[in-house]
């Protein structure tokens, strides 16, 4: 019951882990902790419901996600729109399905996917005598896997009652009109009512409200997630392939074979859906299982591809992934025991989301080899491989033998790429073990003008001794990167396949010198599944790679210790590291020096409660890189500047590159913009600064190549300047500039003012812990 909650009111009930570790970490006394860290403890949080009589939201958040993914009806500002799922002819004082004057039943479902992972949260909206309910859901958002966890170990239900003059985002009319509020100043009552709670199956029916005599102590309410037969569904009112979390479902209907497999959660990415190739096929395809939303496991003879949704049975070319690694690394690990020689379990990129047509296959699949499914595209090859041999191999269009490198293949007088050999890459070997899983990682180099570069894939497994030994190859001077380029900016499908054949001599023979691992194939001893998992994307330290000449180059590490002595290949030198992070940065060749430069990075981005996802754009790529100094971004909610550096706020980032088009430009009329510092370190003589300056419209990249421009005139370009903090823990100053006006107009402390209050251990402000800043951008009456 809302009906005393007007505008500026939020009832509330959230779900959130108070009695897990992150809880503990709380200043709070009751060990409340949430997305925001309200409390200082960050954990992952279900609001069920954030409401008043007028607006009403449901969201799901990670630890990270201050924002969250949401669904229902109201809110809306400058940056954006609210949910519009619903309208106020539908929910509100009067409205026709849910009349928030009267009380009204709310019922929440957790869905869950074929492998018992939270998929959705489905809320239903019903009042007794009105002729319809309002439905909204949230799916597929990024941060399921760690709410999974914490539905699985138990959640608190919290309530809470509140006001503020502050809730456009809940309540707020927004640009599109539509939203309810015009203002947050509407009364809130004393109270508000929740009542007739019940844990219930899907389906049943929910008992009336009674009086209950009170209850014995009973341990936390356990929404949790358990095992279920993966073959079996649960229907929620209308066939899904969902499970409900929280029962057993053992006798209900099975699935078909035309389904779908499930999706992975790729941090840095999002979740991702599987699709099996063969739907159209009379067999329906080849079993591709998806487990606990972090394992793919495809059968032998089994194709899948990476998906942004999935439909059982149809192949849509637009739904595909398209993933620009540019500048990236992908991780994942791979187990492939049993897949001996004559197996080929496979990774690869391929240009599917620009294919014309379905092809042969019907499924748009296309490849360097058009023999496959009559369809020719860019492919890159992270894996082909078994327990014997591995290869990455470049492709262009319809070059289907490509560059590889690796170790293995070779037939009549051919060898394969001999970068590793048995001893290092094998069952029981002495780096790689392939009878246990080992860890992958393919980066993506760019050259100066963000173009592709070079494909680095490191191997790395911990040995019996708990020592960490890693195989690496970097591909550089295949002629044809510039087509690999374009295909990545445009997009790449992650493919994964698993194949047996007696003609895999290209991949594990012995070659003409003798040196590859198998004399003969055996397809019919492929194991049935190979498993690949925990795949991630996340930005490269130092993506930047170029050279005058070409080579291949490829490393042994090992990291120990103590310093091991150094090995030699026959293409390069491989040197040891200790278990320090120092890298080497010079490979040398038979011929010639290839040195890496290195430097240009995008940091992590980071949540901007209000605003979103922000990334971070650090000073200094240019002219040269060797005056960069870092910024760095932590729990995607710190910006740590170095000295010397400078960041800038921006929607995106390309490395390496400056474009005044990606900064924010941040509407602040009106608004209030809130954040927390840390000047501990800053003594006299040095300066921390936080500004607002006008460089998304600033067209010249200026002296210092970024665009940057302030009052000053630092960089060649002025511009309008507001100085929200110039400071160390000793003085503060804010200050206002027109363009050209150097000086300003500020207030603070600092100078001949000898007032302590913002001083370490100071009256007010002590600067020798952290303290939180909040900046107001009151308007006129003219706005």
Known sequence: DVSGADCGCSATIVLVPMRSSSASESRCPDHFCDSRGSCGAFCAQIELQLSNKRAWHTALHDSKDADGQCCGFGGGGSWGVGPRDWSKQEYGPGAKCIDTDQPFSVTAEFLTDSSSNLQAIRVKLTQSGKPCSLLANVTGYKGNRELTAALEEGMTPVISYWRSNDLSWLDGIGPDGKGPCHSDSGPCASNIRFYGFAVTEIGESIPRPEPQPKAPEQPMMGLGLRKRNSSTISRVGEPMMFAVIGKDVTSQETFSVIRCPGSLQMPGFGSVSILPAGWNTPSGGVRVQVRHGSTLVPRLGGRAYFATGCTAGQYLRDGYMGMNLLGKTLRYRVDLSGAGCGCSAAL??????????????????????????????????IQEANQYAWHSTLHAMHDHVGHAAGYGGGEGHTNGPRHWSGHDYAPGSRCIDTFKEFEVAASFFMDRDGDFSALEV??????????????????????????????????????????????????????????????????????????????????????????????????????????????????????????????????????????????????????????????????????????????????????????????????????????????????????????????????????????????????????????????????????????????????????????????????????????????????????TKPFDVSVSFPVSSAG
């Open 458 to 767: 490191t191997l790395t497994q911990q040995g019996q001794d708990r020592k960490l030994c890693s195989l690496s190859i970097r591909i550089s001077d295949y002629p044809e990167n510039a087509a690999l380029s374009d295909a990545l900016k445009a997009g790449m499908t992650p493919v994964v396949s698993y194949w047996g054949s007696d003609n895999m001599r290209w991949l594990d023979g012995t070659g003409s010198d003798n040196q590859g691992p198998c004399r003969s194939e055996s397809p019919q001893a492929c194991i049935d599944s190979v498993q690949f998992s925990h795949f991630s994307v996340e930005p490269m330290s130092s993506p930047i790679f170029f050279t005058t000449s070409t080579t291949t180059t490829s490393t042994t590490t090992t990291s120990t210790t103590t310093t091991s002595t150094t090995t030699t290949s026959n293409t390069s030198t491989s040197t040891t590291l200790t278990d320090t992070t120092s890298t080497t940065t010079t490979k040398t060749t038979n011929t010639r020096t290839e040195t890496t430069t290195t430097g240009a990075y995008c940091p992590e981005h980071i949540n901007v409660s209000g605003v979103g996802v922000v990334s971070i754009i650090p000073s200094g790529w240019l002219p040269t890189i060797r005056d960069f100094t870092p910024v760095e971004t932590q729990h995607y909610s710190e910006v740590a500047p170095h000295l010397r550096a400078r960041g800038y706020f921006a929607e995106n980032c390309t490395a390496g590159t400056y474009d005044n088009h990606q900064y924010v430009a941040w509407k602040l009329l009106g608004r209030q913009l809130r954040f927390r510092v840390d000047l501990s370190g800053a003594e006299c003589g040095c300066y921390a600064a936080f500004n607002l300056v006008a460089m998304r419209q600033n067209v010249n990249p200026g002296t210092c190549f970024d665009h940057y421009c302030d009052a000053k005139g630092l960089c060649g370009e002025s511009c309008a300047e507001i100085s929200i903090m110039e400071a160390n823990k000793l003085s503060w100053h804010s200050a206002l500039h027109g363009k050209d006006d150097r000086l300003g107009f500020g207030q603070g402390f600092g100078g001949k003012n000898l007032d302590r209050k913002y001083f370490p251990h100071g009256a007010c402000i002590d600067t």
């Open 348 to 381: 690869s990129l391929v240009a599917m989301k620009q294919t014309k047509g379905p092809g042969s296959c019907a499924d748009f699949y296309c490849g360097a080899d058009s023999s496959v499914c009559g369809q020719a595209c860019a492919e890159i090859d």
